[in-house]
């Protein structure tokens, strides 16, 4: 089965159309066992205030499939420096599959063995009877050189969200099973709560949901009754915000109180999906002059979330440590047609930060973000430049941390997260 890639996830568009637990007060009303599919009732989660005072979260997420062709291993989570500025990761992916959480990747999760190089610890795995192999003892000995960092299991992404419209028919059911997953007593230790990125609730990703404007809020809640509040429960989200778009289409407020913190996911939002352009930036953190889609940036999508009533608390800045680019581009600056995606290592139209700031070094920047022409490819991504400006608008915006998409774009001593603050 190919790797659940949010690499090559599609955009935002119509055409496709990704150190602190939240406090929880008790609630006047009770999930009712309707709500839960008949699970048992329990309070929900108090929305936090909206407040201006920024938190200091920096969410990474960190790949399964990132093992093979990309040699990134959780060891290099610690010799990169990123390990120290984290507060939690990110576990990509489980899958979703018959209404229930399932495992994305044995062999990868808990089976593949590390040699004494290859470990986080120095030690090799072993082969006794029980013993936990792959990357999950990987991630158990990294929180054990960072006792604080937490680590997350995130189930769905972009080809893997398919099967969320069946768990959405029996909430309890489905909150059930990735208790039961997360919590398996082979590596409960590991897993600090539960992350659910539905690529798109009542919207079009890779396939289409029809389950309702309420089966995310649905889902949400029985996953925190389920969880309780000693886990974290969190989502990544859609940044659509434009008119009639994929953030109207759910009630993310609504579901705003059961979720420690949403991940809007804030890049992607333009891309060589559309071959022949115009060339845009992915991640633009606002809008600009020429911009091709209205609510396609960031600001928007902060703006339209906190206007629904989302807290800024519980939400977290989205970052990209990766472009997006075309070729046979003439233009240098954005706006330019183009013939098709760029060459790239792993994906067309799609390539590291760690190789294009040296193969195309930005030279301009728009909206908040970086872009480079280098003979006919054209390619958009953030820099600790970039990042830094968008580190003030979320401190401005009160905002709860940070996120990005993912760990082995950066280079190898950990440049794009130095620039998170």
């Known amino acids: 089965m190919p790797a659940p890639s949010r690499t090559s996830r599609r955009p ?31 309070s929900p989660a108090a929305a936090d205030p909206d407040d201006t005072a920024a938190d200091g979260k920096v969410v990474g997420y960190f790949t399964n499939w990132g093992v093979y062709e990309r040699n990134y291993h959780v060891k290099n989570i610690e010799t990169s420096g990123s390990a120290a500025r984290l507060t939690h990761i990110n576990y990509a992916f489980g899958n979703v599959t ?12 808990y089976d593949k ?26 991630l158990r000995k990294l929180k054990k050189l960072h006792p604080n960092l937490k680590v997350v299991w995130s189930f769905g992404g972009w080809t893997w969200s398919g099967g969320f419209g069946e768990a959405a028919r029996n909430p309890a059911a489905f909150a059930e099973s990735c208790y039961g997953l997360v919590k398996d007593p082979r590596w409960a230790d590991v897993f600090d709560g539960i992350d659910i990125d539905w690529e798109y609730p009542n919207a079009c ?89 209205a609510g396609f940036n960031t600001d928007a999508t902060i703006t339209k979330l ?24 003439t233009q240098p600056a954005p706006g330019g047609t183009a013939t098709g995606p760029a060459k790239g290592t792993y994906e067309a139209g799609f390539e590291d930060y760690r ?17 480079a022409k280098c003979g006919s490819d054209w390619w958009s991504y953030d820099t600790p430049s970039t990042i830094a400006g968008k580190m003030s608008y979320k401190n401005q915006q009160g905002l709860g941390g940070t996120f990005f998409w993912e760990l082995s774009g950066d280079t190898a001593d950990g440049e794009l997260i130095k620039a998170i603050r």
């Open 12 to 42: 935002l568009t119509l055409r496709s159309t990704r150190t602190f637990l939240a406090a929880f007060a008790a609630a006047g009303a009770l999930i009712t066992t309707t709500l839960l599919g008949g699970a048992a009732s329990a």
């Open 98 to 109: 018959n209404g229930k959480c399932t495992i994305g990747d044995a062999y990868a999760d």
């Open 113 to 138: 063995a590390y040699t004494a190089a290859g470990s986080v610890d120095g030690k090799a795995d072993t082969w006794d009877d029980g013993a936990l192999r792959g990357n999950f003892n990987q």
């Open 205 to 293: 990703g890779l396939t289409c949901d029809t389950s309702g404007r309420e089966s995310f809020v649905k889902l949400m809640a029985a996953l925190r009754a389920k969880f309780g509040t000693r886990n974290l429960v969190t989502a990544a989200i859609t940044a659509d915000a434009s008119n009639g778009g994929k953030i109207d289409a759910v009630d993310y407020a609504g579901a705003a109180r059961y979720v420690d913190w949403y991940n809007p996911m804030t890049y992607d939002y333009f891309g060589a999906w559309e071959a022949k352009g115009p060339t845009a930036p992915h991640s633009p953190l606002t809008s600009y002059s020429g911009i091709p889609r």
């Open 306 to 329: 906190k206007s629904l009533g989302v807290p800024s608390s519980k939400l977290l800045l989205g970052l990209g440590f990766y472009g997006r680019g075309w070729t046979g581009v």
């Open 355 to 371: 190789v294009l700031k040296t193969k195309c070094p930005a030279n301009g920047t728009v909206g908040g973000t970086a872009y």
